[in-house]
């Protein structure tokens, strides 16, 4: 099993910029894929960013540029660590933000494991 913990997030004023992190620990050589969802108020979770292991990072239209996906691994390969640094926030980008992992669970199928979230909170 993998488990999560979320730390960053806060309030910061547009144009500001945050760090959110993620470290999975656990059994992180299953790991298919890390990434980072975003649910607003009255929205639906969207993905932000998110890379499969070795991989390059996607990103939603509305965050490249500004958003920069990272991942950590430590030398032993029982931590992962990824990062999301914000940069040019907007108030759009208020949201609580939600770390994913992927896990290949080794017959065929994946499994999804959340964080708890991280509320971010972009306004003047």
């Known amino acids: 099993q993998v488990q999560l913990v979320e730390s960053g997030g806060g309030w910061v004023q547009p144009g500001g910029s945050l760090r959110l992190s993620c470290a999975a620990s656990?059994?992180?050589?299953?790991?298919?894929?890390m990434g980072w969802y975003r649910e607003a108020p009255g929205k639906e979770r969207e993905l932000v960013a998110a890379a499969a292991t070795g991989g390059a990072a996607n990103y939603a239209d509305n965050v490249k540029g500004r958003f920069t996906f990272s991942r950590d691994n430590s030398r032993d390969n029982m931590k992962s660590t990824i990062y999301l640094q914000m940069d040019s926030l907007r108030p759009e980008d208020t949201a609580v933000y939600y770390c994913?992992?992927?896990?290949?669970?080794?017959?065929?199928?994946?499994?999804?494991?959340w964080g708890r979230g991280a509320l971010v909170t972009v306004s003047s």
């Open positions: 994913i992992c992927v896990l290949d669970t080794g017959d065929g199928t994946k499994q999804d494991v």
């Open positions: 656990g059994t992180t050589f299953s790991i298919y894929a």
